[in-house]
């Protein structure tokens, strides 16, 4: 009954203001046909992505949790020109699919999927020495969370965003009870951003298509570094 009421107000608000979209809607049918997960933000969460993007101009931006390229599609979208967007993604099928969800959506100019666990990622992306991120969107494994945000913060500069996806799981995350792996990661999450004196952030819990979860949307208003 909620859900039911839930996916229906997501298709009132997507019917219009999210107008259906070739690339887009063939990234979601090409991920379920290679058999994905369908746990890609919903459309209006891409579009806010898209537009959180564009509201901080960001050229340089990072994502942790590639899937098949959906978010990735929206969020490559809304940067500025000559941008660049790294994604990152440990299961070597679904960064295939990424990338040819991307190369459809004529955005493998500026789109790099870097395969391979994200912790082991992030330090090679530092040795890099490239400019810091503007925006970075935090949607991979929900364990380590807080090592992702940590290294997020490091790349980062004064005025960086960041989004972390997931951050309710349906409510677990209130419940001191819950022995979820996932909660608990987001839970100690939640613990360290409290005690981040170089982030300002602020956590809303979404319901939809997808549920019931949430996200932190995060500026670094300190020294990052
Ligand atoms: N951002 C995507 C959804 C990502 S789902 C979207 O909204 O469209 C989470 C992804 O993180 C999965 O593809 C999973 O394989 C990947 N993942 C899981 N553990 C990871 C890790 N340690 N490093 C990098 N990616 C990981
Ligand atoms: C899961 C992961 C996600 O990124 C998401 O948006 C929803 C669910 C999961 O691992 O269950
Ligand atoms: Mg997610």
């Known amino acids: 009954m909620t859900q039911q009421l839930w996916t229906d107000v997501d298709r009132y608000l997507t019917d219009r ?17 290679a058999g994905l997960p369908e746990i890609n933000v919903a459309p209006n969460q891409g579009k806010l992505l898209y537009l959180f993007t564009l509201a901080s101009r960001a050229t340089r931006i990072l994502e942790i949790g590639t899937l098949g390229g959906y978010s990735t599609i929206w969020l ?43 912790l082991e990622s992030l330090p090679s992306l530092e040795a890099r020495a490239e400019a810091p991120f503007d925006l970075t969107f935090i949607d991979a494994d929900k364990v380590p969370t807080v090592e992702y945000f940590t290294w997020s913060l490091r790349l ?32 100690r999450f939640f613990e360290a951003l409290a005690d981040e004196a170089r982030v300002m952030a602020t956590a809303v819990q979404t319901v939809g298509s997808k549920g019931h979860d949430g996200f932190v949307f995060a500026v670094v208003t300190g020294e990052a570094n």
């Open 17 to 33: 203001l999210v107008p259906p979209d070739a690339a887009l809607d063939s990234a979601l049918r090409e991920s379920a046909d």
């Open 156 to 187: 980062s500069h004064l005025g960086s965003v960041i989004v972390v996806d997931n951050v309710v799981r349906g409510g677990r995350v209130a419940d001191p009870a819950s022995d979820d792996p996932s909660v608990l990661g987001m839970r």
């Open 76 to 118: 490559a979208r809304a940067l500025q020109p000559g941008g660049k967007l790294v994604t990152l993604e440990a299961d070597a099928r679904h960064a295939r699919v990424a990338e040819a969800n991307i190369a459809r959506a004529g955005l493998a100019d500026r789109v790099e999927v870097i395969v391979g666990p994200a």
